[in-house]
C-alpha cells in the first residue's frame, strides 16, 4: 500500500533522526550550548517587551566566535534541509498527477535553507529588515500557484526556515512532523472527497493498483516494441 509505506518512510526517518540527536547529546553533553535548539522555551517563557526590540531566542549558549558561529549556521541550514526532505516526499506521494509541479519540490527543499539566513541577518536590526522588504519588492517575485494546497507546503517551509533561523529546530521538527502527517491522513482518508469535483490529492488507492497514466504509458510501450518486432 502507498499509504503504508508512505507513513513507514516518514516515521523511520523521523526516528532516525531523532535517534541521532539524542546519542550526540548523550555522548557530548556540552554540543547543547553550540545547537540552534531551545528558541521555543525562550519564545515562550521571556517576558513581554518592545516588539521593535531584537529577540534573543537565535543566541546560543556557548557560541562565541567565528568557528562556532559557523558550527551553529551549519548546523541551522542542516537542520532545515533535513526537514524539508519528508515535506517533499508527502507532495510527491499524494500530489494529484495533473498539476504536479516539480518546481514547487525544489521550493520546498531550497526556500527553508534561504529564509534561515535572512532571518539570521535581519534579526537583530530593523533597517536591514526593511532593506530586504524594499528589495523584495523591488524584484518583485511572482509565482501562480496551482492550488491553494500549494501555498500550504510554502508556508510551512517557510515556518521550518523561521524556526532554524532563530534556534528552534525543535519547532520546526514537531511542526513538519504533525504536518506530514496530517496530510497523509487526510490523503488516506479522502476527506471531504465529492464526486467530479476538482483534487487536490490524488486518488488513493489502497489496492495499489497501477495509476492510470502509468498504465496508459506502460501500454504504448507495449504497442511500440510489438510494432518494432
Same mark, same amino acid.
Given at each position: 500500500?502507498?499509504? +503504508? ?208 497514466? +502509468? ?15
Amino acid at each position: 500500500m502507498r499509504g +503504508a509505506r508512505l507513513l513507514a518512510k516518514l516515521t523511520i526517518y523521523y526516528a532516525v533522526i531523532g535517534l541521532i540527536v539524542w546519542a550526540a547529546i548523550k555522548l557530548w553533553p556540552s554540543v547543547m550550548g553550540w545547537l540552534p535548539i531551545g528558541g521555543v522555551e525562550q519564545l515562550i517563557t521571556q517576558p513581554t517587551k518592545n516588539p521593535l526590540q531584537a529577540t534573543e531566542a537565535v543566541r546560543a549558549a556557548h557560541v562565541n566566535n567565528l568557528g562556532q558561529s559557523m558550527f551553529w549556521l551549519a548546523v541551522a541550514l542542516a537542520s532545515a534541509l533535513l526537514l524539508s526532505l519528508p515535506v517533499s516526499w508527502v507532495y510527491m506521494g499524494i500530489r494529484n498527477d495533473d498539476e504536479y509541479d516539480q518546481s514547487l519540490i525544489n521550493t520546498i527543499i531550497v526556500l527553508p535553507m534561504v529564509v534561515t539566513g535572512i532571518v539570521i541577518i535581519v534579526q537583530n536590526s530593523l533597517a536591514l529588515a526593511f532593506s530586504l522588504a524594499g528589495i523584495a519588492g523591488a524584484v518583485r517575485f511572482r509565482n501562480s500557484l496551482k492550488s491553494s494546497g500549494d501555498a500550504l507546503f510554502i508556508l510551512l517551509a517557510v515556518a521550518i526556515g523561521l524556526s532554524s533561523g532563530i534556534g528552534a529546530v525543535e519547532l520546526a521538527a514537531l511542526v513538519t512532523m504533525a504536518f506530514s502527517y496530517t496530510f497523509v491522513a487526510l490523503w488516506m482518508t479522502e476527506y471531504g472527497e465529492r464526486a467530479g469535483m476538482k483534487r487536490f490529492l490524488s486518488d488513493y488507492d489502497p489496492t495499489n493498483h497501477p495509476e492510470p497514466a +502509468a498504465v496508459a504509458v506502460a501500454t504504448v510501450v507495449i504497442e511500440g516494441e510489438q510494432k518494432k518486432a
